[in-house]
């Protein structure tokens, strides 16, 4: 092997390590993978007969010669209870190394047809360390003592060393492109400390942090180890490579071995650290003096208290988010009184005033407002012809605010100008926030360029680790801060008011309140390749406000996010609540946040700010060029899926109703539309029946639903609204979205 310069292709292949698959296993412990049916070995790791003595790897033969009657019993009556979550105690056999040890034995399913058993031995270190119920419910009370997310974190890193016995422990935080910074530390007097250190996002590449998100643990007994391979592959193991990421003996990547060593780890463990179902960082623990074997319990024990530790600092931001959520509608408020005036437009008004107060709204060093031809400007800001090329660059056509803090990416920066935040009014009229670049030093864990590239002799690339882990700083300019979540939750509301205003000469008549519930609504439907939609919503008979909204925008990356809400009520109060959960739905997706998260999130914004009013959301994610389908909902009715012929609910397990402030798990289903299928979402106006049930109802809209599958979008939305059985005492929405087939397309 050579060291030369290579392409980002070769680095990209090279990225792509198929970690879950190494075929074999860290040696203190042993694996055999069993055929579940036939109750016979399949492979086994190559030091079985090391730790089981007469136990050998011989294909075919039977798991109670493996494993001994008794514990085989054991197993077998575990899987037939579907019980695989803990441990069996076991006591090791004699004549072998663990003769009369404790060992933990683990069992779980890699696909249908093999049953991976893994076993370890405890630790005398572990037997020696406290991890019962009534001491880790002390930690937890201890983290709930803390006022401050930061507080909570340090008190982590202190009770999972507690518990694990490593020398450091830290908690290592992503930035939103994965590089890492050591957030927090607990480690032995004598080490250096990591405090405050960054890490790049290929240190942990994107198929490991695949992993960390599947599996919430993993550790290394020794990075000096020699793995211990599997052997045999028999005939009747047809299934492929096994798929080892639920193992926890699974054996570690050489370039992760490689990087431990360099920097004199000699065990590790890390623990995910999760929000909403997204990886946020990890619990990461080092180890010097030599090899450590946590034991499963001090293991569970530590992910117990990490996942604890995130619903607290989770709590901990919803409640900073809602300050500044306050905070921003306090400066909103102060500027609605501007945009009421009826000779003027929206954008008119606000070029005509003092545009300070326009923006501290997002809390921008400068502000550009065009209301066609006329354009007034306060603080740092471009000319008036880059100030329009950043518009084009980034507005949309939905109305959605656009925004990014690296405008020198677009080629349009500057130092002044750096970052920008975009709400487009109507045709000509915009308002454009603007930041100066803001400058920051890095102190990376070693300079992360530094690293170590050889072809092997088959012309593959393999990235090693960086060659020196001394801290080296870096001058990061360019780029702004970036505009939090609360900044742009305070423009969309600007802009929403502002479309309040526009509409104003084409009511007669209409309250104030009625406009703003109005004004929730898109304007038109985006048009997209590879989508067809078609949008339905009657308003409640009585006239009564109601609580139903729907909303439908093209997301940066090109997915279409589809959104059905309904609060809980009638009355202008339900109105406002509604406005504000949809600003604060479409901030958290403008984010990134992947559907389950967006629902936990304004779960706890609601609950903070409008309880005791509740809602009802169902949302999608649908990728029109490959039909890649998410879906998560809060409480909401079952989306009905239909394709020729047939429909019927998609069913999802649910979060309950927003406003609670119960952080239950809801996980998104995912899925494909394929060509010519239709999705439905609906407010559960469309499907009550009081004769029915509301399962029985949903099953009532998909049967009509199936009739008309294979007729147009509008026909469709008509029949349903026309069906819906009287009397009809709440309003009605209906969005509807389908996947045109090759006829389709070429119409």
Not at 277 to 301: F, I, K, M, N, T
Not at 662 to 679: F, N
Request: hydrophobic share 40%.
């Amino acid at each position: 092997m050579s060291e030369q310069m290579i392409s980002p292709a070769d680095l990209d292949q090279c990225a792509q390590e198929p970690i879950q698959y190494p075929g074999s296993v860290q040696p203190h412990g042993v694996m055999v993978v069993v055929h579940p049916g036939h109750q016979t070995l399949l492979a086994a790791s190559e030091n079985l007969g090391r730790f089981l003595p007469g136990a050998a790897a011989t294909p075919g033969v039977g798991a109670s010669e493996v494993f001994g009657p008794d514990l085989w019993a054991t197993i077998a009556e575990r899987v037939a209870d579907d019980d695989l979550l803990e441990p069996i105690r076991w006591r090791g056999p004699a004549g072998g190394p663990w003769a009369g040890r404790a060992v933990d034995v683990l069992v779980h399913f890699a696909g249908e047809n093999r049953l991976v058993v893994e076993l370890e031995a405890v630790s005398d270190a572990s037997l020696g360390r406290s991890v019962s119920l009534s001491a880790t419910n002390n930690q937890i009370t201890r983290l709930r003592a803390c006022t401050t997310a930061e507080e909570v974190l340090q008190r982590l890193t202190t009770a999972v060393q507690r518990v694990t016995g490593f020398d450091r422990v830290m908690v290592y935080r992503f930035d939103r492109e994965w590089n890492g910074e050591v957030i927090a530390e607990h480690r032995r007097p004598h080490l250096e400390p990591f405090l405050g250190l960054r890490y790049p996002e290929s240190d942990i590449p994107a198929q490991a942090r695949k992993l960390y998100t599947l599996n919430r643990l993993r550790f290394i007994v020794d990075s000096h180890a020699t793995a211990a391979r599997l052997v045999p592959r028999t005939p009747e193991d047809d299934g492929g490579e096994l798929d080892l990421s639920f193992a926890p003996l699974r054996s570690v990547s050489p370039v992760h071995l490689e990087y431990l060593r360099g920097m004199g780890v000699r065990a590790s463990m890390s623990v995910s650290m999760m929000r909403e179902g997204r990886l946020w960082g990890l619990v990461a623990c080092h180890h010097y003096d030599g090899p450590l074997q946590p034991s499963h319990d001090e293991r569970a024990a530590a992910d117990f208290l990490t996942q604890a530790a995130m619903e607290i600092v989770t709590t901990r931001q919803a409640g900073a988010d809602a300050a500044h959520l306050a905070a921003g509608q306090r400066r909103l408020e102060q500027l609605l009184p501007i945009l009421d005036q009826p000779q003027l437009s929206p954008t008119e008004a606000l070029a005509r005033t003092d545009l300070g107060p326009v923006a501290a709204l997002a809390d921008a060093s400068g502000v550009v407002v065009r209301a066609g031809s006329v354009q007034a400007t306060w603080g740092e800001v471009p000319g008036p012809e880059v100030a329009e090329r950043i518009v084009q660059a980034l507005a949309r056509t939905d109305g959605v605010p656009a925004f990014t803090d690296d405008l020198r990416g677009l080629g349009l920066g500057s130092d002044a100008v750096a970052g920008a935040l975009v709400l487009p009014v109507s045709p000509g009229h915009w308002v454009l926030w603007l930041n100066r670049a803001v400058e920051r030093t890095v102190r990376w864990a070693g300079d992360p360029d530094d690293k170590t590239i050889t072809i092997r002799a088959d012309g593959s690339a393999r990235i090693g680790p960086r060659r020196s882990f001394e801290a080296a700083e870096q001058k990061l300019r360019g780029r702004s801060a970036p505009w939090d979540s609360w900044k742009v939750q305070a423009v969309t509301a600007l802009g929403s008011a502002a479309t309040t205003q526009l509409r104003r000469y084409e009511r007669d008549a209409v309250s104030i309140v009625e406009d703003l519930h109005d004004s929730l609504h898109p304007t038109r439907l985006p048009h997209l390749t590879g989508v067809d939609l078609e949008v339905r919503y009657v308003p409640a008979p009585d006239g009564r406000f109601a609580g139903d909204w729907w909303d439908c925008f093209e997301l940066p990356g090109g997915k279409l996010a589809l959104v059905v809400g309904d609060v809980t009520g009638h009355g202008s109060a339900v109105t406002a609540t509604m406005t504000q959960l949809r600003t604060a739905l479409r901030a958290y997706l403008l984010e990134g946040a992947p559907p389950a998260e967006t629902l936990g999130r304004l779960d706890a914004l609601a609950h903070m700010m409008f309880r005791p009013t509740l809602a009802t959301v169902v949302l999608a994610l649908y990728e029109p060029a490959t039909g890649a389908l998410e879906i998560a909902r809060a409480g909401h009715p079952h989306p009905v899926l239909a394709r020729a012929g047939e429909a019927g609910p998609v069913l999802i397990d649910a979060r309950l109703p927003i406003g609670l402030g119960i952080d239950t798990p809801a996980t998104s289903w995912s899925g494909t539309l394929e060509e010519g299928q239709t999705l439905i979402l609906y407010s559960d106006g469309l499907s009550e029946d009081r004769a029915l049930s509301p399962e029985e109802g949903i099953q009532r809209l998909a049967g009509i639903v199936a009739g008309v599958s294979q007729e147009p979008l509008k026909v469709i939305a008509d029949t349903l609204v026309e069906a819906v059985p009287p009397p009809r005492t709440d309003d009605t929405t209906l969005l509807i979205v389908r996947r045109p087939g090759v006829q389709d397309q070429t119409q």
